[in-house]
């Protein structure tokens, strides 16, 4: 995507050949500034402080860190030590283990000295299959407003409802839930986003409406809470958000607020659909309530919050009561019952164990 004209990803090598750039995205939409990852325990902390988020950013992420690892030490033990470390940033995103698993199959049968550069090649194609994903989702997802836009009176945009960011800045380049929307966009076809704030951390409102602004693609920020009144009238043609992880049956965990919208949805008869590359399918999960683990943040994230003053200072103040306990559940399971359908970069499949399968029957068997 582009940023002042400027095509970005949003993670790539440096001409050193050995640090990594990120967007720091802790930053927008006030500031946009990029961060130099030297270290494992800097790309540990990119991903445990979001500076990077979104599933396939975290994977992408993680590979890299294995990369900065083995330039320290290219050992069995650091390998394992640095898989652990990265392993614990995150809970609930399952590409983070897909792609350190996929870095550890890279490396463990070879010797040392190949190392770092099979970990830099892998991590590269990693981030190159993502873009590749992100874009066939987009191509799918993209039909389905096609069919809904040829139903509509000439000119009259789609409206599409997000939730959280599941975009550009989730993902290497294009994003999940956006990648449709941008692939509409891009052909012609009118589109309007209704963005989510998505709080407590607001990757809406910071997030998602700082890319569909910089693309040129007609959004409005609202109140998450706004979403249902939407829905009763008629001013939601469909919901795409993203997951961080998918169980084999289709329940789908993102971010806390997701469930809500997938009722709101049910009840007015608005579809509701999850993009998602294969790689967030938890192939060993049958119930996304019971066994997906819900991570808990810290509670500042609910009870301060950070803007820019009418004197353009960026300053973050408290909301809540001095005092006041804060809970803050980062993530909610929405049942596969709620999910019209699942866009992947194989198609759209029913939110079934039996739909996923028809898409990836090489992987259906896993923990079944």
């Given at each position: 995507?582009?940023?002042?004209?400027?095509?970005?990803?949003?993670?790539?090598?440096?001409?050193?050949?050995?640090?990594?750039?990120?967007?720091?995205?802790?930053?927008?939409?006030?500031?946009?500034?990029?961060v130099t990852l030297k270290t494992?325990?800097?790309?540990?902390?990119?991903?445990?402080?979001?500076?990077?988020?979104?599933?396939?950013?975290?994977?992408?992420?993680?590979?890299?860190?294995?990369?900065?690892?083995?330039?320290?030490?290219?050992?069995?033990?650091?390998?394992?030590?640095?898989?652990?470390?990265?392993?614990?940033?995150?809970?609930?995103?399952?590409?983070?283990?897909?792609?350190?698993?996929?870095?550890?199959?890279?490396?463990?049968?070879?010797?040392?000295?190949?190392?770092?550069?099979?970990?830099?090649?892998?991590?590269?194609?990693?981030?190159?299959?993502?873009?590749?994903?992100?874009?066939?989702?987009?191509?799918?997802?993209?039909?389905?407003?096609?069919?809904?836009?040829?139903?509509?009176?000439?000119?009259?945009?789609?409206?599409?409802?997000?939730?959280?960011?599941?975009?550009?800045?989730?993902?290497?380049?294009?994003?999940?839930?956006?990648?449709?929307?941008?692939?509409?966009?891009?052909?012609?076809?009118?589109?309007?986003?209704?963005?989510?704030?998505?709080?407590?951390?607001?990757?809406?409102?910071?997030?998602?409406?700082?890319?569909?602004?910089?693309?040129?693609?007609?959004?409005?920020?609202?109140?998450?809470?706004?979403g249902g009144h939407l829905m009763?009238?008629?001013?939601?043609?469909?919901?795409?958000?993203?997951?961080?992880?998918?169980?084999?049956?289709?329940?789908?965990?993102?971010?806390?607020?997701?469930?809500?919208?997938?009722?709101?949805?049910?009840?007015?008869?608005?579809?509701?659909?999850?993009?998602?590359?294969?790689?967030?399918?938890?192939?060993?999960?049958?119930?996304?309530?019971?066994?997906?683990?819900?991570?808990?943040?810290?509670?500042?994230?609910?009870?301060?919050?950070?803007?820019?003053?009418?004197?353009?200072?960026?300053?973050?103040?408290?909301?809540?009561?001095?005092?006041?306990?804060?809970?803050?559940?980062?993530?909610?399971?929405?049942?596969?019952?709620?999910?019209?359908?699942?866009?992947?970069?194989?198609?759209?499949?029913?939110?079934?164990?039996?739909?996923?399968?028809?898409?990836?029957?090489?992987?259906?068997g896993e923990g079944a």
């Amino acid at each position: 995507m582009k940023i002042d004209g400027v095509p970005y990803r949003t993670i790539w090598v440096n001409e050193d050949g050995r640090s990594v750039e990120i967007i720091d995205q802790t930053a927008l939409p006030h500031v946009f500034r990029t961060v130099t990852l030297k270290t494992l325990e800097d790309a540990a902390a990119a991903i445990r402080d979001m500076l990077v988020r979104g599933a396939p950013l975290i994977g992408a992420t993680a590979a890299y860190g294995i990369c900065l690892a083995m330039r320290d030490d290219p050992s069995d033990d650091a390998l394992d030590a640095a898989c652990r470390t990265l392993a614990a940033t995150r809970p609930t995103a399952v590409t983070l283990r897909w792609a350190l698993d996929e870095m550890r199959g890279a490396l463990r049968n070879r010797a040392r000295d190949e190392r770092v550069a099979a970990a830099y090649a892998r991590a590269a194609e990693i981030c190159d299959e993502d873009v590749a994903i992100s874009e066939a989702i987009g191509e799918h997802g993209l039909a389905l407003i096609r069919e809904i836009a040829a139903a509509k009176p000439p000119g009259e945009p789609v409206n599409v409802l997000t939730h959280c960011n599941a975009g550009w800045l989730a993902t290497v380049d294009w994003g999940t839930a956006t990648a449709p929307i941008y692939k509409a966009f891009n052909a012609g076809l009118p589109v309007h986003v209704w963005v989510d704030e998505t709080r407590p951390r607001n990757q809406g409102a910071s997030l998602t409406a700082y890319e569909l602004g910089h693309h040129g693609v007609g959004h409005a920020v609202i109140a998450d809470n706004v979403g249902g009144h939407l829905m009763q009238h008629g001013m939601v043609d469909l919901c795409i958000v993203g997951t961080d992880r998918t169980t084999a049956t289709g329940d789908v965990a993102n971010k806390i607020g997701t469930y809500l919208k997938a009722l709101a949805a049910h009840d007015n008869g608005v579809p509701f659909y999850v993009a998602l590359p294969s790689t967030t399918i938890d192939w060993t999960l049958a119930d996304g309530v019971a066994e997906i683990p819900i991570e808990q943040r810290s509670g500042d994230e609910v009870s301060r919050i950070a803007g820019r003053t009418d004197a353009g200072d960026i300053a973050t103040v408290t909301i809540t009561p001095a005092g006041s306990p804060v809970a803050n559940y980062a993530f909610d399971v929405t049942p596969a019952r709620l999910v019209t359908g699942l866009i992947t970069e194989r198609g759209v499949a029913e939110a079934s164990r039996e739909g996923l399968a028809r898409l990836f029957p090489e992987r259906a068997g896993e923990g079944a």
